[in-house]
């Protein structure tokens, strides 16, 4: 699979699209004034305790308090209390983890009221970023993520990637990692990391421990609510995600994230630094690879995939509905259940991709064109699940209901991506009115009029919609023949599709549009 990213950089944000063999399949757009990201650090205070919800609202500078479940806290939050505390009345020399003793873990049945209360200070880490009117999800047990494992303070776990399933390579990651992470550390083995050497391994792990370090700096320092570590950029936290062998081309429109991008990638894989390509052609860098046409293609409220049939998705405070449509399609010699399949078939490519593409998360419910042979249904339902292989996010599928219905958990940490489609009238301006076309030919005649007398234009095109072109040129003595002939000036009438109705242009004998 040809696997590119596409990076186009603009004053107020950055736009990051990623193509599998040439189909757009994700889109991340990140604000340059962004507050919150996933995996970002932050030294909280608990403003309440709600014992109802088992739960706490604790501040970390935004608007809305940020929400703390007690299942949230992680089975060491009592370490990671005693290092914070050990961190603020600490001065000086750095006490490493593996100094410290761990404390019991918590109960996983107890009330958040006996672990927090109010004005306590927490570190916390963002799980969710906010959406619509909630604030931040957080959690206690902090993670630091690399690209081949993410480290675990205060665990004594390796795990690997249930991806990885080579029962041996697994054998081996896990006794690499065993006899190369110190004391008081544990280890999440990430799927980059299958066939990875030991120095490669060794060398993240040490950077890790280093970030985990530059907490306990920051900790003594700082006072909530406040942010510790910011996770990376999203653009180099996606490469870290994605970046694979099958990683093809990156593009990027900026110097300065081009050079960010490739002194990153020569950190992680070197051998991949060539891939980076500053982009710098006249066209937008979107419009040049194809992404921009995709983009209005793809993210309106009805998507065309194949032969006619068609997708309608509809988003609500609780849910996603996607709605299978087979259209006007239809195959000779195939009974009703054969189109139904491959109608399915095709709409599971298509829907996993908008999933993806959308980033829709929490439950997507699927209403599928009905199929009466079980062995179809299932089918369908093993298709699904090998084409959401490819989505990194956590996800779950149910098989078809007998009302044809399959529902899709899918987690979501960010908001839903939205791009509005629908453009405004340009003839109307959104008002829904439009001047008399009865009058166009007689505006047509008093520009041309203008340009022949008042800028001694000669020769001149006229670019209008088909339907005008075809009233202008219609019959031996056309309009377009009587004015030429009583402005003596020569007349080219062009149609053009794109243009809406009342639309028209006046171009001089050097194709460049003329001014009135």
């Given at each position: 699979m040809n696997t590119e990213l596409i990076i186009d950089v603009r004053s107020s944000e950055v736009a990051i699209a990623l193509l599998e063999d040439k189909q757009l399949v994700e889109l991340n757009k990140e604000k340059s004034n962004v507050q919150f990201s996933v995996g970002d650090i932050y030294l909280g205070k608990v403003k309440k305790i709600m014992p109802g919800l088992n739960a706490a609202f604790i501040d970390v500078g935004y608007e809305k308090d940020a929400f703390l479940h007690y299942l949230d806290l992680g089975p060491q939050f009592k370490s990671f209390h005693k290092f914070l505390q050990v961190a603020q009345t600490k001065k000086g020399k750095l006490v490493t983890l593996p100094k410290l003793k761990l404390e019991p873990e918590i109960d996983k049945a107890g009330k958040i009221s006996n672990i927090l209360t109010t004005g306590q200070t927490v570190l916390v880490q963002i799980a969710k970023e906010p959406i619509s009117t909630k604030g931040p999800r957080l959690s206690a047990e902090i993670s630091i993520a690399g690209r081949n494992i993410v480290l675990l303070p205060f665990s004594d776990k390796v795990s690997i990637?249930?991806?990885?399933?080579?029962?041996?390579?697994?054998?081996?990651?896990?006794?690499?990692?065993?006899?190369?992470?110190?004391?008081?550390?544990?280890?999440?083995?990430?799927?980059?990391?299958?066939?990875?050497?030991?120095?490669?391994?060794?060398?993240e792990l040490r950077n890790l421990i280093k970030k985990w370090e530059i907490v306990y700096e920051r900790v003594k320092t700082s006072q909530p609510?406040?942010?510790?570590?910011?996770?990376?950029?999203?653009?180099?936290?996606?490469?870290?995600?994605?970046?694979?062998?099958?990683?093809?081309?990156?593009?990027?429109?900026?110097?300065?994230?081009?050079?960010?991008?490739?002194?990153?990638?020569?950190?992680?894989?070197?051998?991949?630094?060539?891939?980076?390509?500053?982009?710098?052609?006249?066209?937008?860098?979107?419009?040049?690879?194809?992404?921009?046409?995709?983009?209005?293609?793809?993210?309106?409220k009805t998507v065309s995939f194949k032969s006619g049939a068609y997708l309608i998705i509809e988003h609500t405070e609780a849910l996603h509905v996607v709605d299978v449509n087979s259209g006007n399609r239809s195959k000779a010699g195939n009974d009703q259940e054969t189109n139904a399949l491959d109608v399915n078939l095709a709409a599971a490519e298509e829907i996993t991709r908008q999933l993806r593409l959308r980033d829709m998360g929490g439950i997507i419910v699927v209403d599928f064109i009905d199929m009466h042979l079980n062995d179809n249904r299932q089918l369908l339902f093993d298709r699904m699940k090998e084409l959401m292989n490819r989505d990194r996010t956590k996800h779950n599928i149910l098989p078809l209901s007998k009302f044809g219905l399959m529902q899709i958990t899918r987690q979501r940490v960010r908001p839903e991506m939205h791009i509005e489609t629908l453009e405004k009238c340009p003839t109307c301006k959104g008002t829904g009115e439009i001047k008399p076309a009865v009058l166009?030919?007689?505006?047509?005649?008093?520009?041309?009029?203008?340009?022949?007398?008042?800028?001694?234009?000669?020769?001149?095109?006229?670019?209008?919609?088909?339907?005008?072109?075809?009233?202008?040129?219609?019959?031996?003595?056309?309009?377009?023949?009587?004015?030429?002939?009583?402005?003596?000036?020569?007349?080219?009438?062009t149609p053009i599709s794109s243009y809406n109705f009342l639309e028209y242009h006046f171009l001089d004998q050097n194709e460049n549009e003329t001014d009135i």
């Open positions: 990637s249930q991806k990885i399933s080579s029962i041996e390579e697994r054998k081996r990651l896990k006794r690499l990692l065993e006899s190369i992470v110190p004391k008081n550390f544990g280890v999440i083995v990430r799927t980059a990391a299958e066939g990875k050497k030991v120095a490669i391994l060794d060398a609510p406040c942010i510790i570590v910011s996770e990376i950029k999203r653009t180099s936290a996606i490469i870290r995600d994605m970046l694979n062998v099958s990683f093809n081309s990156i593009y990027v429109n900026d110097d300065s994230i081009y050079n960010d991008i490739k002194e990153y990638i020569s950190t992680i894989a070197p051998e991949k630094e060539k891939i980076v390509k500053l982009y710098s052609g006249n066209v937008p860098i979107f419009e040049n690879f194809g992404v921009e046409k995709q983009i209005k293609g793809l993210f309106g166009l030919d007689e505006e047509i005649e008093n520009r041309l009029a203008f340009l022949v007398n008042d800028q001694e234009k000669k020769k001149l095109v006229l670019k209008v919609h088909p339907f005008v072109a075809a009233y202008l040129t219609k019959g031996v003595f056309s309009k377009r023949y009587k004015l030429s002939k009583q402005y003596k000036c020569s007349l080219k009438v």
